[in-house]
């Protein structure tokens, strides 16, 4: 059985993560707004850096003002959330256009980052830090 790559409300999907985050993204042919759980991105991410890393994809590839953005985010903090949603736009390009692959590539933004919070150890406080030292 083949499944398409079409999600039912006519758009193309992909779905991206980032630290403990995870985003399901839908791309709908639209004049460029960003929704993410049903709040403009704006109201969602108030900094200024995170709208600009999430819309980094449609920028590199010139897709800026021709697509609209519905995302649905669980899991994490707002940068691993913004992170996740970049990919995941990332993703969505590919398939909107094969030809998208290899800007997005040289960006970096089809590499799912892979950096994530490191294990406590026992014996240590956090997952490096060591007790201090006392002499007596």
Known sequence: M???TRSPRSGLTGIGGRKTASARVLLQPGTGNVIVDGKPMEERFP???WQNQITMPLR???TLRSFNVLAKVTGGGLSGQA???THGIARALVKVDEANRK?????GLLTRDPRAKERKKPGLKRARKAPQYTKR
Request: charged share 20%; proline share 6%.
């Open 2 to 4: 083949i499944r398409s």
């Open 47 to 49: 900094r200024l850096i």
């Open 60 to 62: 590199v590839t010139n």
């Open 83 to 85: 992170g996740a949603i």
């Open 103 to 107: 800007p997005l590539r040289l960006a």
